[in-house]
């Protein structure tokens, strides 16, 4: 799906590293901003709206799917069966 030999979960420093203006734990699903691919389950596409961490750990944004969709143009995969 990515195209890559080896996947891995990245450690807390390699996310410090990549969202320098973000809190650890916090960063918002906008990887195109970080020159990074975006994944989404396909059933993520089927919500009218969807919220998630700010950069923060007490700010939230929820805008509709179709916006983000439009925003960030994720790849749309399956992650399990």
């Given at each position: 799906?990515?195209?890559?030999d080896?996947?891995?979960?990245?450690?807390e420093d390699?996310?410090?590293?990549?969202?320098?203006?973000?809190?650890?734990?916090?960063m918002?699903?906008?990887?195109?901003?970080?020159?990074?691919?975006?994944y989404v389950?396909?059933?993520?596409?089927?919500e009218?709206?969807i919220?998630?961490?700010?950069?923060?750990?007490t700010?939230?944004?929820?805008m509709?799917y179709?916006?983000?969709?439009?925003?960030?143009?994720?790849?749309?995969?399956q992650?399990?069966?």
């Amino acid at each position: 799906m990515t195209g890559a030999d080896q996947v891995r979960f990245a450690t807390e420093d390699e996310f410090r590293q990549l969202f320098p203006d973000c809190e650890t734990g916090a960063m918002p699903p906008f990887g195109n901003l970080y020159e990074m691919d975006v994944y989404v389950a396909p059933e993520l596409t089927q919500e009218e709206q969807i919220a998630f961490n700010a950069g923060t750990h007490t700010e939230l944004i929820r805008m509709a799917y179709k916006d983000f969709e439009r925003l960030v143009r994720p790849k749309v995969v399956q992650f399990s069966t």
